[in-house]
């Protein structure tokens, strides 16, 4: 394989895991532009995600086992957003403080039940194929994930942009006090918002479980990953969150090409931090879209 064959095959490989890393961030944006939460326990959730997909795997199948992985993680999500943060929402540091908590909370939870020792899911025979790409044979259930990924992306924007639910999300997120002044229930907004995003970070985790080790630590550089993408693409801008996500995965992915895989890591990450000298505020400004509706 050619160099243009082998950059063209790692600039796919970035596109790929982009998609999963902007569902990643994508829930943690939407967390923090309709709650104005930094959620450090983002990562312990995709890994929890992962962690359930291995587990369900055996029992149910591996389809089933990803949709009950997200769905569990999101009411999980949910039930830390009443339990735990609910007290403390208005008080930004100690939301830091309680989320790194629950983050090593979750991880010595999974830890003591599921093991130090990394595990690995093995792919259902179905979608065990690959397809030539490349001069190579690239694995089918990549793709799959890729397509997945952008599906889910695609339904969150419909979900906010035409759906009521969404109108009412953007509200809170452009003005929490004209939207309590207008009647909205921010606390069934904030229950439903943090329980998405959550259910986000899950299924990344679960679809990125047959490719990785699954651990307890796993969602630990991911959610470093996560947040430089939302602070590069702009806290709040959930698209600017999605392309950042994708431009740090093709980055990442040719810089393998010259490097190894670790080092390509931390200088994708290294250059996509430098744009904040030019931008502070990120890549993208507009933040959420202003509601066209009230009614």
Known sequence: MGLGE???????????WGLILSLMALGLNLIYGVLKIINVAHGGLYMLGAVLAWALTPLLGFGPALLLAALAVGLLGMALEVTVLRPVEDRPVMTIIVTFGLLLLLEHLVLLFFGGAPRSLPLPAVLSFSLPLFGLHYPGYRLIVALLAG???????????????????????????????????????????????AALAGLAGALTAPLVSVSYRMGDPVLVSAFVVVVVGGLGELEGAALAAIALGVLEGLLAVWTSPTLARVLALAMMSLTLLARPTGLFRRGLPEPESWA
């Open 151 to 197: 599906l889910v992306a695609g339904g969150l924007w419909l979900l906010l942009h035409r759906t009521r639910l969404g109108l009412k999300v953007r509200a809170v997120a452009q003005s929490r006090e004209l939207a309590l002044a207008l009647g909205l229930p921010l606390a069934k907004i904030y229950l439903v918002t943090f329980g998405l995003g």
């Open 6 to 16: 082998h950059l063209a095959f790692q600039a796919l490989n970035g596109v790929v």
